[in-house]
């Protein structure tokens, strides 16, 4: 949403970009680092950061800070009142259960994806159980690139070829692994084929030895808000398997799913 100048506070803005800064690849950041990623001056991030540390939402030993367990109140206050993670719990636990497959929900969040609901049934302990397929960091509230995921790529593809213009205009599209599509014209041939099967696998394209299917979650207006996606192996993937193993499990639960979105 857009407001008016004079109810947008800045400092705030400025405090919430370095917090932001804190991330997979850079843990732990000082003044100088954090100025850097959050585009304020050096002083100004030196500020934040005390402050952010005062009010125990950072750890420092001095020179460093990095985020601190208090943080987890923002994520643990939106899955406990968001709607959308409480209504899609119930069918990943049960996608789960009967495919010993992970999955989970997800919806776009700028140039990244943000998952907001994963399967609870502990695979670990289930003989034959997928979690070794699991790729690094996909827990609740992880980020991941749009461009290389098949969520991201379902997300992307729903929207219309004006907004996606916008989005890919001047972004760079970083490569994530070695097979992973950094040329926007190949992005967008994808994103294309993505709107003509409604649904879209990406093998190895965010990390080495992963493989995910994603179908797009829609309302009953039609509106895409979210996407499910399963990590599993190639071999589930294989077109001559697709089309009866995994993706209508898939597609069945995204229309079970639509009057209640």
Same mark, same amino acid.
């Given at each position: 949403?857009?407001?008016? *100048?004079?109810?947008?506070? +800045?400092?705030?803005? @400025?405090?919430?970009? $370095?917090? +932001?800064?804190?991330?997979?690849?850079?843990?732990?950041? =000082?003044?100088?680092?954090?100025? #850097?990623?959050?585009?304020?001056? *050096?002083?100004?991030? *030196?500020?934040?950061? !005390?402050? &952010?540390?005062?009010? %125990?939402?950072? /750890?420092?030993?001095?020179?460093?800070?990095?985020?601190?367990? @208090? $943080?987890?109140?923002?994520?643990?206050?939106?899955?406990?009142?968001?709607?959308?993670?409480?209504? !899609?719990?119930?069918?990943?636990?049960?996608?789960?259960?009967?495919? &010993? /497959?992970?999955?989970?929900?997800?919806?776009?969040?700028?140039?990244?994806?943000?998952?907001?609901?994963?399967? %609870?049934?502990?695979?670990?302990?289930?003989?034959? %159980?997928?979690?070794?397929?699991?790729?690094?960091?996909?827990?609740?509230?992880?980020?991941?690139?749009?461009?290389?995921?098949?969520? %991201?790529?379902?997300?992307?593809?729903?929207?219309?070829?004006?907004?996606?213009? /916008?989005?890919?205009?001047?972004?760079?599209?970083?490569?994530?692994?070695?097979?992973?599509?950094?040329?926007?014209? #190949?992005?967008?041939?994808?994103?294309?084929?993505?709107?003509?099967?409604?649904?879209?696998?990406?093998?190895? /394209?965010?990390?080495?030895?992963?493989?995910?299917?994603?179908?797009?979650?829609?309302?009953? #207006?039609?509106?895409?808000?979210?996407?499910? =996606? $399963?990590?599993?192996?190639?071999? *589930?993937?294989?077109?001559?398997?697709?089309?009866?193993?995994?993706?209508?499990?898939?597609?069945?639960?995204?229309?079970?799913?639509?009057?209640?979105?």
């Amino acid at each position: 949403m857009t407001i008016a *100048r004079a109810d947008f506070i +800045e400092g705030m803005a @400025k405090g919430l970009a $370095v917090l +932001e800064s804190f991330d997979t690849e850079r843990q732990r950041l =000082n003044a100088t680092l954090a100025a #850097q990623r959050a585009g304020i001056t *050096r002083a100004a991030a *030196r500020r934040h950061l !005390l402050t &952010l540390a005062h009010l %125990g939402y950072l /750890e420092t030993d001095g020179s460093y800070f990095w985020l601190s367990p @208090k $943080v987890l109140r923002f994520s643990g206050s939106y899955l406990a009142s968001a709607r959308l993670p409480r209504l !899609l719990q119930p069918t990943l636990n049960r996608l789960a259960a009967q495919t &010993l /497959e992970p999955f989970s929900a997800v919806v776009l969040d700028g140039n990244e994806v943000v998952i907001v609901a994963r399967s %609870g049934v502990d695979l670990k302990a289930v003989p034959g %159980g997928a979690a070794r397929l699991l790729a690094y960091g996909l827990h609740l509230g992880a980020r991941l690139p749009a461009h290389a995921t098949s969520t %991201g790529r379902v997300l992307l593809a729903a929207k219309s070829r004006t907004a996606l213009g /916008e989005w890919l205009k001047g972004r760079t599209l970083p490569r994530i692994a070695p097979r992973t599509t950094t040329d926007p014209k #190949q992005l967008r041939a994808i994103l294309e084929q993505v709107r003509r099967d409604d649904w879209c696998v990406a093998s190895e /394209e965010h990390e080495i030895g992963v493989h995910a299917l994603a179908v797009p979650l829609r309302n009953l #207006q039609g509106q895409t808000v979210a996407a499910l =996606n $399963v990590v599993t192996s190639a071999q *589930r993937l294989a077109p001559e398997v697709l089309a009866h193993d995994l993706l209508p499990l898939l597609q069945d639960a995204a229309r079970e799913l639509r009057p209640l979105l």
